[in-house]
């Protein structure tokens, strides 16, 4: 393909991408002779838009990049009428990236909204987040970077041959899973692109039917500032559905495939810094003051979070006991029973282990202060994904905020599985997560003032999340189709399944 002649633009302007200009993507355009160029962008369904211009000319591709273009945004956007629907999109430099999905050499641009007069629009998923991270600045002072877990399915016909052992997939190896390929593609169109990843791997949920097969994997990014990470999950599903397209696959992200076997989620991690230091753990290797705080907004907020990050029925099919997926508003250090873990720390004891494993050579002096994160367990791949990240960022500083933190951090903290047995009095104490879209709405209905606040979340788009979730008529689902007798609760199952599978 044609991108393994040319150099990555990040590679080529080798400098921080917020230091991006016009010159240098003009620079670029001319020493690789590129004729096409995308503006993207996000609207109210959560997918890519694009629109495609051919370069005619130095002037022109000075014009587009600076001028941007007009949209129809009420075709983008439900709650905006056609007769005053206009909207400018901007392309952002720093989001530039080369495009190896395209037949030929192209460049893509994330863009921004501005309305009629030149403003940022107030209801665009990308605008929220940015006034959701100058809030959070603003009062507290506290920086946050985020990334995400990118959970999918791979569906395709039923190979006889190495079949993997069912629910037993994680870290599995070629043949016993056969679409590594395509996981290692989009590792490359993705490096290519831009993105900071971390690693990428087969997830548990191995399992087949008579005609089927479907084989779980998860890619996992790096920690980045906030609009980077929405827009690194959004870039990864858009690449993922184009490969399996080309491979003749389904790829879902949906939250659940089947009863009984893994769901996939969408985790994020987010990163607290403060004058540029990682301060998610103190001194002593203990989870922060700070952190507690955080963990303690996200807590408050945690049902009515789902509204954003769990947006379709069968998301709730996958928040059910001993799947691994979080069923009750609790945190934990390594727990993965929990709705906010904090991940194992890279303890000073780094350097002994790598000795221990080296024959007692020295490891190379890294900087492993930056890696701790805690992490959100509950959305998945139905998430509006610039909402989602938004509302954690407004449950982060509504807990740095709130003089009563700590004590809340301390009531969540959870030290074993709840879904054991001995752990079932704690458990019954805790209070649960939404079990179904329209419960989740109603949540975000009672708390719907806090991300109206400092003019974050416009009310519109607050009252279109909650109109959407409102409108499946879910409540209970659960229990109707554990109350459904076979065969017609198998039927059943497939019907929501595949209704949602694009989410």
Same mark, same amino acid.
């Given at each position: 393909?044609?991108?393994?002649?040319?150099?990555?633009?990040?590679?080529?302007?080798?400098?921080?991408?917020?230091?991006?200009?016009?010159?240098?993507?003009?620079?670029?355009?001319?020493?690789?002779?590129?004729?096409?160029?995308?503006?993207?962008?996000?609207?109210?369904?959560?997918?890519?838009?694009?629109?495609?211009?051919?370069?005619?000319?130095?002037?022109?591709?000075?014009?587009?990049?600076?001028?941007?273009?007009?949209?129809?945004?009420?075709?983008?956007?439900?709650?905006?009428?056609?007769?005053?629907?206009?909207?400018?999109?901007?392309?952002?430099?720093?989001?530039?990236?080369?495009?190896?999905?395209?037949?030929?050499?192209?460049?893509?641009?994330?863009?921004?909204?501005?309305?009629?007069?030149?403003?940022?629009?107030?209801?665009?998923?990308?605008?929220?987040?940015?006034?959701?991270?100058?809030?959070?600045?603003?009062?507290?002072?506290?920086?946050?970077?985020?990334?995400?877990?990118?959970?999918?399915?791979?569906?395709?016909?039923?190979?006889?041959?190495?079949?993997?052992?069912?629910?037993?997939?994680?870290?599995?190896?070629?043949?016993?899973?056969?679409?590594?390929?395509?996981?290692?593609?989009?590792?490359?169109?993705?490096?290519?692109?831009?993105?900071?990843?971390?690693?990428?791997?087969?997830?548990?949920?191995?399992?087949?039917?008579?005609?089927?097969?479907?084989?779980?994997?998860?890619?996992?990014?790096?920690?980045?500032?906030?609009?980077?990470?929405?827009?690194?999950?959004?870039?990864?599903?858009?690449?993922?559905?184009?490969?399996?397209?080309?491979?003749?696959?389904?790829?879902?992200?949906?939250?659940?495939?089947?009863?009984?076997?893994?769901?996939?989620?969408?985790?994020?991690?987010?990163?607290?810094?403060?004058?540029?230091?990682?301060?998610?753990?103190?001194?002593?290797?203990?989870?922060?003051?700070?952190?507690?705080?955080?963990?303690?907004?996200?807590?408050?907020?945690?049902?009515?979070?789902?509204?954003?990050?769990?947006?379709?029925?069968?998301?709730?099919?996958?928040?059910?006991?001993?799947?691994?997926?979080?069923?009750?508003?609790?945190?934990?250090?390594?727990?993965?029973?929990?709705?906010?873990?904090?991940?194992?720390?890279?303890?000073?004891?780094?350097?002994?282990?790598?000795?221990?494993?080296?024959?007692?050579?020295?490891?190379?002096?890294?900087?492993?202060?930056?890696?701790?994160?805690?992490?959100?367990?509950?959305?998945?791949?139905?998430?509006?994904?610039?909402?989602?990240?938004?509302?954690?960022?407004?449950?982060?500083? @509504?807990?740095?905020?709130?003089? /009563?933190?700590? =004590?809340?951090?301390?009531?969540?903290? %959870? $030290?074993?599985? #709840?879904? *054991?047995?001995?752990?079932?009095?704690?458990?019954?104490?805790?209070?649960?997560?939404?079990?179904?879209?329209?419960?989740?709405?109603?949540?975000?209905? @009672?708390?719907?003032?806090?991300? /109206?606040?400092? =003019?974050?979340?416009?009310?519109?788009? %607050? $009252?279109?999340? #909650?109109? *959407?979730?409102?409108?499946?008529?879910?409540?209970?689902?659960?229990?109707?189709?554990?109350?459904?007798?076979?065969?017609?609760?198998?039927?059943?199952?497939?019907?929501?399944?595949?209704?949602?599978?694009?989410?």
């Amino acid at each position: 393909m044609y991108f393994e002649e040319l150099i990555p633009l990040q590679d080529f302007i080798d400098k921080d991408k917020q230091d991006y200009q016009v010159e240098d993507i003009v620079k670029y355009v001319k020493k690789f002779d590129i004729n096409h160029l995308n503006f993207h962008y996000i609207g109210d369904d959560g997918r890519v838009k694009t629109l495609n211009f051919i370069i005619q000319g130095e002037d022109h591709l000075r014009e587009i990049l600076s001028t941007g273009e007009r949209v129809d945004g009420s075709s983008l956007f439900k709650y905006l009428e056609t007769g005053s629907s206009d909207l400018y999109v901007i392309p952002k430099l720093h989001s530039a990236f080369l495009n190896p999905l395209e037949v030929d050499p192209t460049l893509g641009f994330f863009c921004k909204y501005f309305d009629k007069d030149g403003n940022p629009t107030l209801f665009s998923p990308e605008n929220i987040l940015i006034k959701a991270e100058e809030s959070l600045v603003k009062e507290t002072g506290i920086e946050m970077q985020g990334m995400g877990e990118l959970e999918y399915y791979v569906i395709f016909p039923k190979d006889p041959l190495y079949l993997a052992t069912d629910q037993r997939g994680y870290h599995e190896s070629v043949p016993f899973v056969k679409f590594e390929n395509l996981r290692r593609e989009a590792l490359n169109c993705l490096k290519i692109m831009g993105a900071s990843i971390k690693y990428a791997h087969s997830e548990v949920g191995n399992f087949s039917d008579d005609t089927y097969s479907y084989e779980q994997n998860e890619i996992e990014f790096q920690p980045v500032a906030l609009e980077d990470a929405a827009i690194q999950l959004i870039i990864a599903k858009w690449v993922l559905r184009v490969l399996g397209y080309k491979y003749g696959v389904q790829v879902s992200f949906a939250p659940k495939i089947t009863v009984g076997k893994a769901g996939s989620g969408m985790h994020i991690h987010m990163k607290l810094l403060k004058n540029g230091e990682n301060v998610v753990f103190n001194q002593n290797g203990e989870v922060s003051d700070i952190s507690k705080r955080a963990i303690a907004g996200i807590m408050e907020l945690a049902p009515s979070l789902t509204a954003f990050g769990n947006c379709v029925p069968t998301s709730y099919l996958r928040l059910e006991p001993n799947q691994e997926a979080p069923t009750k508003i609790c945190w934990g250090e390594r727990n993965r029973s929990a709705l906010v873990r904090v991940p194992l720390g890279w303890s000073k004891n780094a350097v002994e282990m790598f000795k221990n494993t080296n024959y007692g050579k020295d490891p190379e002096k890294v900087n492993i202060s930056q890696k701790p994160t805690f992490e959100f367990r509950v959305p998945d791949g139905s998430a509006d994904i610039y909402l989602l990240i938004a509302g954690l960022t407004v449950a982060v500083r @509504e807990g740095l905020n709130n003089p /009563n933190a700590l =004590d809340i951090a301390d009531k969540y903290k %959870i $030290e074993g599985n #709840i879904f *054991k047995e001995e752990y079932k009095d704690i458990a019954k104490k805790l209070p649960n997560l939404p079990t179904s879209c329209v419960e989740s709405s109603k949540r975000l209905k @009672e708390q719907k003032d806090i991300y /109206n606040k400092f =003019d974050v979340f416009p009310a519109k788009v %607050i $009252e279109h999340q #909650i109109s *959407k979730l409102e409108s499946y008529n879910d409540e209970n689902l659960s229990q109707k189709i554990a109350d459904t007798p076979e065969p017609e609760r198998t039927k059943m199952i497939k019907q929501l399944v595949y209704k949602y599978i694009d989410c």
